[in-house]
């Protein structure tokens, strides 16, 4: 049996030298074999092979392009500082009005922590609560807990440095920095020019800053955004994820688009263009420009659930941010609206129509007893059908009108009471102030819906 065994042992040693010595064998013939096939290439005559040129660059001329050369240098990245405060106010807030923007808040007479809680609240349904920049987000901070910076865009609207962007963008910032598109790349540490914010207006999320220059800038033009219509190709311009000088198209998918802050409230100052055009973190404030090379639109939300774009987008018409710029570049650097104060429903009741034959204006919920409306007579019941001769189709109309006049100023209502037209002249009054006083000093009292207020 050893004899057996010690035989077995010889023929695997033998058998296992055998395969080894073949391995061997093939790649050294594998190597001569390609020695000479390499040899072989290396003699080839290509003499005759004409050498590629980069060609003339073609410019063809489409109008995308050629909008984004003629717009581009009058938009602006914008970048943040600030640094957190301690809340001093916690646990003594009264209630405000609820007055949700894209990406944030309120009508500038709560506090600050109560703006930022609503921002939150809107980045996580339309940022869906993460946070696309690592440790940098709009509203965020760094991870140590320490400076918190944002990123947005803007434009340039005057040669001598006036920029409009989102008021979320530099809300409750420490430090403003912009950087023009004509900038060179500084590096980490250049953080662009700094700028000063002339006026904010929170209920359209509107914000005008202006940065020193000695130089006239580039400007683009504002259009006149009724004038867009669904289907009309449009192109967003901004700085998403911090990626300056990004250009995107798409069509405006629909108008007159309300959005509400994921408390189920959305501001009545807020009609927004929605677009398909990839908007991402980042493009807040940049213009949504169409085939004219005009700005119809400053991008101001998204919709989505995975913090980036999923094909809608939200920008705030130009004709609104003409209004509030020309307001906020006043003496006085703040919007101010008109109010009759009175609460009323949205739209009429079905009811209503049936019994008085028409289904237009606007149905009087609540009159403020010491408000306009009350002084001029006008009672809960009462339907408001025109504003000085000018029809009113519903509850837009009327505030659109009441907040467009200024306070002291008056206008004539038509309204009907038990079947009977009549007519009241109100005076007008500063709307931030009614709602002050709508409130009182009570921190249990709670504002009128922002969405049937005026």
Known sequence: MNNLSQWIRNRRLTATFSVLATLTIGILIGSVFSGRVHGQQSSVDSSDAAPLRIPDPVHLGNAFSLIARQVGPAVVNINTESTPHEDKTAGNRRATPQQGSPDDNGDGQGDQNDQQ?????????????????????PGGGDDDGGTRRALGSGFIVDPRG???????????????????????????GDNGRPATVIGVDKDTDIAVIKIDTKEPLPTI??????????????????SPFGLAKTVSAGIVSAKDRQIDDGDGHASQFQRFIQTDAAINPGNSGGPLVDMAGEV????????????????????????TIINVYNMLIGPDHKVTRGSIGITFQGELPAAVGRVYGFNSGVLVSTVEPKGPAAAAGIQPGDIIVSVDGTAIKGGDDLVAIIASRRPGSTAKLGYVRDGKTNTATVTITDRAKMIAGMLGDSPDAVAPDEASNT
């Open 296 to 319: 119809i639109g400053m991008n101001t939300a998204i919709y989505t659930q995975s913090s980036g774009y999923e094909g809608i987008g939200f920008a705030m018409p130009s004709n």
């Open 162 to 188: 006036y920029i409009i962007t989102n008021n979320h963008v530099v809300d409750g910032a420490d430090k403003i920095y912009v950087k023009l598109a004509s900038d060179p790349d500084g590096g980490p």
């Open 221 to 238: 033009k504002l259009g006149n955004s009724d004038g867009a219509e669904v289907g009309d190709w449009v192109l967003a311009i901004g």
């Open 117 to 137: 809680g609503n921002m939150q609240d809107f980045f996580n349904k339309f940022f869906g609560g993460q946070n696309p920049f690592g440790g940098q987000v």
